[in-house]
């Protein structure tokens, strides 16, 4: 099975029990996503991407089934050692941010660090920070607090948070939910980029536009796969900015790898 | 494993919210500040009273006439008058150990020199009264042993009755007129301050008690005979030889109650001291409820604080913190809140002991160990009330605390 997939899901199922009732949330998704994809998870609210989501991201587990991460068998997984892999193999982006509140761009990008096994002194971690934060495009708003920055901005700062552990996979529920269209391209191109780079992205939107800078789009109804697959038109965000107001994301040259 | 960065999250929190955070502490600084003034008032009684006991005289048993119940009325210490002169001689002659014996009798009267007078109260005693009670003169001599044979109209005066009486003048060698009968004064006395009870120890005249059952109380009854042991060893032995000798004097036959009363100055100590440390217990524990509701005002703004910060849980648990990560942060947070608030609340009431020593003239006793028990007391109620929240914090799904609005 590890024929370069970086997730596999074999036959999972959840379900949630709320008092009597039996809610069937996923029931039986099989999926295969390669090293380097870019997936848009599909389907309407109810359909189950969202459970599905969380079982990617290591929030939650199947209730059966096996989830391979990157060659390991993390279904059975308990609490902190879930917190580890989210730690070392994910990032996760979402719809409104998640930003801690009061706190710099900086100390929100570095949050993931903190809880790295890897100990680095404190002009590390600022360094490291800095450097993602120029990466997306935020040179000079290190210091500035969520609430002084734009919607897109605090986006970029989660997805540079999301950026810092060098993740396998960046999980991105909704990220554009918030956004009005010209901030959606905005991280969308950083998405297209950031993929092009080889970190394969995930996303979840319902949004048949956002799905269309994807690659791969996985449509989901009542907790099975409906349809999957290649994108044959893909945006490309990059160039419907250049087409529409110029205003390059990042300076030219910027390095995403890190 | 992590504390070091969870130590820096849970302090730039507490900053994040300054008014909140102080407002928190002042309970605690409130309770710890309350506990260490009034264990420090209570002790300072203790150690004035103590100091006040040790004043009485070292090895020292004091033999009170009294508590008849010949009649089946018990008149109390001192009340009946079955002790006579010849009891304290026995005692001075046939218990082994006495150093010194004081016949001791007492009363208030008039006192006048020249035109000014004073109502005091006259001790009769013997020579070995300045001995037995180690209170020294501070000016003058003592009267003597021959004085006391002779029934010498001779007397030493405490300062409070030689202010009033003579003012700034010296009033050894003066007359003084006790009921009309002239006194010489020999000596005046040190100062000793209150008495426990709030007597005034100074406003005193002491006289040979030959002078005064003589010339001025008259009877032939002691109130009460003071008596001085060389070795604390044998102040038990002493105290009963002293019990069978009297018993056996007065002609008590077994089974009948004694006519006197035997104390020792080490009871009488224990029974002072043990007032004041309940003093004490009661003053810490009314300054220990404070505390406790310091604590639990660390509980509450540390529950609401979880609460407000559920997403920022749900976050830090998303990017890979463990529940005890984030049982360690808010448990740092209230610790932290509470053992500032301790060293705050230490020194306020370092602080506010003394103003009252200064200002109120109430002597107060700080102690190393009152100072640590309140810091680990105020450190033990954040683990206790900050436990609670933080368990609460760590046991969070990140999904649904994600999700929360």
Known sequence: MNNGAIVSLIDVHKTYRTGEMEVLAVRGVSLEIKRGEFVALMGASGSGKSTLMNILGCLDRPTTGHYILDGADVSRLDRDRLADIRNRKIGFVFQNFNLLPRTSARENVELPLVYSPQRLTHSELREKADRVLVSVGLAGREDHYPSQLSGGQQQRVAVARALINQPEVLLADEPTGNLDSRTSVEIMAIFQQLNERGITVIMVTHEPDIAAYAKRNVMMRDGVILNDHLVSQRADAASQLQNGTPRPLSAPGTDLTM | MRVGPTFNVALRALRRNKLRSVLTALGIIIGVGAVIAMVGIGNGAKAQ???????????????????TTSSGIRTGWGGAGTLKIEDAEAIRREVPGVIGVSEEVVSTTQVAAGNQNWFTRIYGESADYFDIR????????PFTSQDVRSANKVCVIGRTTASQIY??????????RIKEVPFTITGMLTPKGLSTQGVDQDDIVIMPYTS???RVIGGTNLRNINVQIADPQQLEAAQQQIVSLLRQRHNIRPGRD??????????????ATATSRVMTLLLGAIAGVSLVVGGIGIMNIMLVSVTERTREIGVRMAVGAHGTDILTQFLIEAVTLSSVGGVIGI??????SKVLSAYANWPTLISIS???????????????????????????DPIEALRYE
């Open chain 2, 49 to 67: 009273v103590e100091a006040q006991i040790a004043s009485l005289g070292q090895n020292v048993i004091l033999i009170f006439s009294g508590s």
């Open chain 2, 134 to 141: 180690q209170w020294p003169l501070a000016d003058g001599a």
């Open chain 2, 167 to 176: 003012g700034n003048e010296n009033p050894i060698g003066q007359i003084l």
């Open chain 2, 212 to 214: 005064a059952m003589k």
């Open chain 2, 258 to 271: 004694d006519d006197f009363t035997v104390r020792n100055q080490q009871e009488i100590a224990q029974a």
């Open chain 2, 347 to 352: 020194i306020c009431g370092i602080g506010a």
């Open chain 2, 370 to 396: 009152s100072v640590a028990i309140a810091f680990l007391f105020s450190a033990a109620v954040g683990i206790f009330f900050g436990f609670y929240p933080a368990r609460k914090a760590a046991a969070l």
